[in-house]
């Protein structure tokens, strides 16, 4: 059961969390983390930890009776089915005219991701984050944190003549032909893998289409590299299945936690009350924004303010499918993992960063699928709701038009130059493109409002933010790398200058 009391506590287990948690673990703190999903290190009956991407089971999603992918259709069928409700490792949070997908279980989104390891425009940065010192980061914690997610490259001669990458080449040429650049992306999963599973030589997990549902090999994510790391300091205990609800602050400084223990059903089967002196809220945009929401308008941390809740983006996500010519085919074997984008970020009107994105269906079905990260000036805020006891997004369909507009200005280039058009049928309805869904929730207790430049929560001492509720709404690629690095630098700070050893 739960100790009474940990010197450390970090909420979550997501990149914030992990970074956050080994470094406290090096320097000596004893660390206790806090985890709502589960362990994802041990195979089922069927010899897989994570359930297959094709034919989803319980393990696919967090309680939920059925599945709900990004893709909701084909040639307008529904590709959902109904699964058993149970604590699987994709959520999908809706809010109105925004649904949010997040991972859940330890390692968080790391779980699910495309392993997508990007390091933003330094120019972009600087833009969205001034008070930060660049050269800091990307001299010191952005090779620090590529570093330790083990980020690595595909073999460009690899590249050229695999098939699982033939979807790949396709939009290249096609981006090429309209006069795009288009760049390789580097990656956390293990491209020395892939390459044997394309060879035959060991089981297939991005061949076999796996991604958001969970990768049964290849990947490094979190709990093989930062967590492996924390646990192995001896500093550091991981509990799953337990999720924080509220925060109360004593007088004597300590913080309380109320924390709900779930069964894998979801059923909340305890209550604990937990106390610690130094509390790191990694439990994700949507996860800790509402944590502090919920204490200031309840009255648990009274001082909290206004800042809490605001500067929220879903760093400008649009997703959309283009119809090839039957002479351009895809493939049938799409690797999960993307490898290439087209970078049109530098375009001063409308800056886009367009991973090609697979259609792993294991079927030829001449679509190029791409998800485009625009530069959405709009910006969300969350309000608590007493009602359902929870954070409500304020986000409307207009607050997506942007994107729509910057992916349509250069899409139409492409399809121009191409003599393609546009899939109608892969969102549920006639629409092209696809707003109403984010991966990339950042936002909602920023840097340097919110907290101050290093992740401390105003008015609450020994309180401090770690994840992607830091960066105010956009990164302009996909953001993990950018999270890991800014916890790498806060957590520095904190160390030399708040935490008390020995
Ligand atoms: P998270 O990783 O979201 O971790 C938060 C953790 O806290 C979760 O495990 C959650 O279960 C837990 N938690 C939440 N609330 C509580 C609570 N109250 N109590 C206890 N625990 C709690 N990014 C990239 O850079 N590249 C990609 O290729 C990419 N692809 C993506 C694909 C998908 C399908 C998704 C969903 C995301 C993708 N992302 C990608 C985004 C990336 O995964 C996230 O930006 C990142 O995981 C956010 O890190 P974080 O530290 O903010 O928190």
Redesign the pocket.
Known sequence: SDGAFSPAVV???????AVTALRLGQAGVPTLM????QLWDTPAEDGRTFSPMLSPDRRSMWLKDRTEMPLASFLWLDINRRIERYAGV??RVDHGDMSV??????????L???????TPKRWYFEEILPEVDADEMYGVYFPRANAALGVNSVDPGWFETCDSYRYARLSRRHAHKAGYRTTFVPSVYDFDYMRREEAGEVPRSALASE??FGNNHGKRSLDRTYLAAALGTGNVTIRTL????EIRRAGDGTYWLTVNELDQAGNVVARRQLGTRYLFL???????T??LLRARDTGTLPDLGEEIGRGWGPNGNVMLGRANHAWDLTGITQSGM?ALGIDAWDDPEHPVFA?IAPMPAGVELWVSLYLAITRNPERGHFTYDAATDSARLHWTAGQGEPSIRAAKAHFDRINRANGTIYRHDLFGDTRVFENRFT????GGLALGTATDLYGRVHGYPNLYV????LIPGSTG?????T?TAL?ERNIERVLAEDIRRG
């Open positions: 909420v979550g287990t997501g990149y914030g969390a806090l985890e709502m999903g994709l959520d997908y997040v991972g859940r279980g330890v390692g968080g989104g790391s699910v991701n495309g392993a997508m390891a990007v991604v958001i337990r999720e924080v609800r990694g439990a994700g945009s949507l996860g800790s509402e944590l993307p991973e991966y990339h929730p950042l770690t994840d992607g509720s690629v996909n953001p993990f790398v999270i916890a």
